[in-house]
């Protein structure tokens, strides 16, 4: 997870964090592959949920709070407001992006003026960590 603060998670890199998660989970209970277990019972066996992810998303939403409210470089560089053109195609998908479905409704103006107050901000990442999206 080094660096995660700075990972783009699409859906599809989701999926493959979620099962390289259930892949280390069943090497660690010495589960072979060959049986046809289901991913819902390795982790009622484990005694676990998955958590990968929604670690990933909360040490991302810690960082960037740091980010704005330090305000610098970094702060138009993540928000994307910096002198140029943009290129053609489809657009990128933003961390911004991801962390504005995870954190909840809202838009990511309605987040980067969240930032600001570090008391609501860590409220707003604590509970959406708890809901586990």
Known sequence: MYGCEAWTIS??????LEATEMWFLKRMLRIPWTP????????NEAN???????????????????????????????TGKFEGKRRRGRQR??????LATWLGPGKVSDILAA???RDLWRYMIANAYKQGT
């Open 11 to 16: 859906k599809q890199i989701q999926n493959k």
């Open 93 to 98: 998908e933003k961390m911004m992006d991801g």
């Open 48 to 78: 676990k949920r998955r958590s990968l992810v929604r670690t990933i998303r909360k040490r991302q939403a810690t960082f960037l709070g740091h980010l704005m409210r330090r305000g610098k470089l970094e702060l138009l560089v993540t």
């Open 36 to 43: 046809k277990k289901t991913n819902e019972r390795v982790l």
């Open 115 to 117: 930032v600001k107050d």
